[in-house]
Nanobody, 125 residues
Framework: VQLQASGGGLVQPGDSLRLSCTASGRTLRSYSVAWFRQPPGKEREFVAAIKGNGGSTYYEGSVKGRFIISKDNAKNTVYLQMNSLNSEDTAVYYC???????????????????WGQGTQVTVSS
C-alpha cells in the first residue's frame, strides 16, 4: 500500500483544514488508518484513527470534538477534518495504515506497516 498525504498549509488560529490520505495499490476498505503528528522538537504522537471493516473512530484527547476522521472507500481516501486549530496543532502530520491491527494497538505507531510522507500544518497568526 502506498499512501499519499496532502492538504497541509499555513492557517490562523481558529481556522479549519482538511488533510487527505489517498492510497494506491490496495483498497483501504479493510485497513485501519490513523493520523499521527510530530510537533517541532517533540516525538510523534497519535491523533486519530478509523478502524477497518466497521469504521470505529478513536481520538487523542486534545483533538476530540475538534477533529473528525472519515473514510471514503470509493475514493480510497481517509480524511482528517481539523477545526478550531490552535498553535499546539502545529506539526508534521502523517497517515498510516495496517490491515491486521487490533483495537488495543490502534494508538501505537509501530503497529502500522504503511506510512505516507508527512504534510506540514502550521497554525500561526
Amino acid at each position: 500500500v502506498q499512501l499519499q498525504a496532502s492538504g497541509g498549509g499555513l492557517v490562523q488560529p481558529g481556522d479549519s483544514l482538511r488533510l487527505s490520505c489517498t492510497a494506491s495499490g490496495r483498497t483501504l476498505r479493510s485497513y485501519s488508518v490513523a493520523w499521527f503528528r510530530q510537533p517541532p522538537g517533540k516525538e510523534r504522537e497519535f491523533v486519530a484513527a478509523i478502524k477497518g471493516n466497521g469504521g470505529s473512530t478513536y481520538y487523542e484527547g486534545s483533538v476530540k470534538g475538534r477533529f473528525i476522521i472519515s473514510k471514503d472507500n470509493a475514493k480510497n481516501t481517509v480524511y482528517l477534518q481539523m477545526n478550531s486549530l490552535n498553535s499546539e496543532d502545529t506539526a508534521v502530520y502523517y497517515c498510516a495504515a495496517d490491515g491486521h491491527l487490533i483495537t488495543s494497538s490502534i494508538r501505537n505507531a509501530p503497529a502500522y506497516d504503511y506510512w505516507g510522507q508527512g504534510t506540514q500544518v502550521t497554525v500561526s497568526s
